[in-house]
């Protein structure tokens, strides 16, 4: 079963910086996706970031492109997302999900994986 564990929110104002974790167990292959997804009050999740373990290709969302950036750290079994010149509208539950065997093209659809995290907040104050 994979588990998957969220940290690094917190409250941070405009402009400023903060580096998501998420710490990933029990996959049975390489290949598989980690895809980063945030959820604001009212608003479905949407995809904002996605990385392919197998050969490190990335996804990033229109809004977060410039900004944000994704990279895993295999020899600590962790993805990160790195984000800067954080905005208001980034306020949202940030998860991490992943899928093994998944389909890259689909890497930014909820529906594309069955792993989830618990979530952790990021709350950017203007």
């Known amino acids: 079963e994979v588990q998957l564990v969220e940290s690094g929110g917190g409250l941070v104002q405009a402009g400023g910086s903060l580096r998501l974790s998420c710490a990933a167990s029990?996959?049975?292959?390489?290949?598989?996706?980690i895809g980063w997804f945030r959820q604001a009050p009212g608003k479905e999740r949407e995809g904002v970031s996605c990385?392919?373990?197998?050969?490190?290709?990335?996804y990033y969302s229109d809004s977060v492109k410039g900004r944000f950036s994704i990279s895993i750290d295999n020899a600590k079994n962790t993805v990160y997302l790195q984000m800067i010149s954080l905005k208001p509208d980034d306020t949202a539950v940030y998860y991490c999900?992943?899928?093994?065997?998944?389909?890259?093209?689909?890497?930014?659809?909820?529906?594309?994986?069955?792993?989830w995290g618990q979530g952790t907040q990021v709350t950017v104050s203007s």
């Open positions: 999900a992943a899928e093994e065997y998944a389909d890259f093209d689909f890497c930014n659809l909820v529906q594309e994986y069955d792993s």
């Open positions: 990385i392919d373990h197998i050969d490190g290709t990335t």
């Open positions: 029990g996959f049975t292959s390489d290949d598989y996706l």
